[in-house]
């Protein structure tokens, strides 16, 4: 189970370890590895499916699905991989990071300055 912390740690029992907003953004910063998250997300997948669609080899398919399944993003369910419901809300925040940055772009406010505050704005409201 996932419990929201103060200072927006999730503590994962799996892991005995509080994960950190960066580590989870870290974990799905690789273009692979949010490849992979998302096909994840949307179609799940057995190994043998998944590596072929990323074009890695299987010792980096690996390494990412074990931070991936680290950070308590996704799950493996009756040979298949999924997303638990922390990793649902996080590819959720994903795609709403996404389209920010989207809209940012197309009004021509990409400043570094303006993404931070979205994003700490994001991480107030996530806290609350």
Do not use: W
Request: glycine share 8%; hydrophobic share 40%.
């Amino acid at each position: 189970m996932a419990k929201i912390m103060s200072g927006l740690k999730i503590d994962l029992k799996k892991r005995g370890l509080p994960i950190s907003v960066s580590e989870i953004f870290r974990t799905i910063s690789n273009r692979k590895s949010l490849k992979l998250f998302k096909i994840i997300a949307i179609e799940g997948g057995t190994s043998e499916s998944l590596i072929p669609k990323l074009g890695i080899s299987r010792k980096e398919y690996y390494l990412r699905m074990s931070r991936l399944s680290d950070a308590g993003m996704i799950k493996r369910k009756d040979n298949k991989y999924c997303l638990t419901i922390f990793g649902g809300v996080i590819y959720g925040i994903q795609l709403i990071l996404a389209d920010a940055v989207k809209r940012h772009s197309a009004d021509g406010l990409t400043s570094a300055v303006r993404i931070d505050k979205r994003l700490y704005m994001l991480e107030e409201k996530i806290a609350h």
